[in-house]
């Protein structure tokens, strides 16, 4: 295969170069250099996959790049793109395609957007609303009460950095509940087998990538238990040196310390996932542990989503595939996504009009008389 060979000839690059992505409603994004590309799977069994070109902030700002900054700039650049791809995947699903209410036809009238739009508004805005009350707020309530208890900086810190680990751990737990959302931990799952695959010297195939481990040290999950731990030490200083009796000051404190945290965070990630050192291993654990809960195994058919993802990304869409209107090529294999992928040729088979002439001029060998011999 000519991934293979091409990653046989540029193994170092390979590794350099990161891969990543996440997973959407029945699919897979990708992101690699100056692209992403985002598959799903459609009820009739048809794969939907869409590229797009993608220019990181720092290849803009280069000041963007620096480290402590970039954590930040990523931080965000992920929140951004990660909603617009949830969009994107529910459009190549058709889901939006439904007759909108009354009220979202007010709703759009009235503000002049989209109906997808608002409603993508309005999920943003109760998802920050929902993380500063429970990761920020609630923690600073606990923290404020056990410090008029009497406790100590070191006491009160540590019970709120756990209050917030235990909120996520809760929350992670009580989503894979739901049947839609545990499937797309399936094809969570199926985004680090995929990407572990790409980076390893094996062909990219459902079959190879499914002996990977689920589990991969870039992934989202172990940052947010990175920017807890972090939370918690440079909490515990700051409480120790600047304590803050007031409530709100505290939440806006905790508000205003985010960037620090996530600028932090973002390289202890980095720097452990690319080493090899045995304390990198022993940190990596606890993050990779915490993706049990947000990852589960996938099947063949998810797998497949996520190949022609990576397969998409890096070579584009396939010239020989069906496009839908909205210019998203249609496949029905993952091998179709391959660089090296060539179409079947497919013969016509003769029409009535041609098989009733070759029954005619062509005589049945029963039939032919036989000459006797004189």
């Known amino acids: 295969m000519q991934m293979a060979k091409d990653k046989a000839a540029n193994g170092a690059a390979c590794a350099v170069k990161d891969m990543g992505g996440q997973a959407v409603m029945e699919g897979v994004m990708m992101r690699s250099g100056k692209a992403t590309a985002v598959t ?15 220019v990181a902030p720092k290849d803009k700002h280069p000041w963007m790049g620096k480290p402590f900054i970039r954590g930040v700039i990523n931080m965000g650049t992920m929140l951004y793109f990660g909603m617009n791809t949830l969009e994107d995947s529910t459009k190549m699903l058709g889901i939006l395609d439904e007759e909108p209410t009354k009220f979202e036809k007010w709703l759009a009238k009235k503000t002049g957007k989209g109906v997808d739009k608002i409603v993508m508004a309005v999920a943003i805005v ?5 993380s500063i009350g ?6 600073a309530g606990v923290e404020s009460l056990l410090k008029k208890a ?22 992670m737990v009580a989503v894979a509940f739901v049947p839609d959302v545990r499937r797309t931990f399936q094809y969570h799952g199926a985004e680090h087998k995929s990407v572990h695959c790409f980076e390893s010297t094996q062909e990219l195939t459902p079959k ?8 991969h040290p870039r992934c989202g999950t172990a940052f947010l238990l990175i920017v807890f731990t972090i939370s918690i030490l440079l909490f515990l200083v700051l409480n120790v040196l600047v304590p803050i009796d007031n409530y709100f000051l505290r939440v806006l404190f905790h508000l205003a310390m985010l960037p620090v945290v996530a600028g932090v965070s973002y390289e202890v990630l980095m720097g452990l996932a690319h080493s090899n050192s045995r304390i990198a291993h022993i940190l990596r654990w606890p993050g990779l542990q915490m993706q049990r809960l947000t990852t589960r195994e996938p ?5 497949e989503c996520a190949i022609v993802s ?5 070579y584009g869409l396939p010239k020989h595939a069906k496009k839908t209107k909205e210019g ?3 496949l029905r294999d993952y091998r179709e996504s391959e660089k090296d992928y060539v179409p079947p040729v497919v013969t016509a088979e003769p029409t009535e009009t041609e098989e009733t002439t070759n029954a005619e001029t062509t005589p049945d060998t029963e039939e032919v008389p036989v000459a006797s011999a004189s």
């Open 40 to 54: 799903v799977r459609r009820p009739d069994g048809t794969m939907v996959t869409k590229r797009t070109a993608f």
């Open 126 to 130: 109760l998802a920050v609303a929902l």
């Open 134 to 139: 429970l990761f920020m707020a609630l923690p």
């Open 150 to 171: 009497g406790w100590s900086a070191l006491g009160y810190t540590l019970m709120g950095g756990l209050c917030k680990i235990l909120i996520l751990i809760g929350y």
């Open 208 to 215: 190879n990538a499914q002996t990977f481990s689920r589990l």
């Open 299 to 303: 099947d063949e058919k998810m797998l």
């Open 310 to 314: 990576v397969n998409v990304v890096l």
């Open 328 to 330: 998203w090529a249609i």
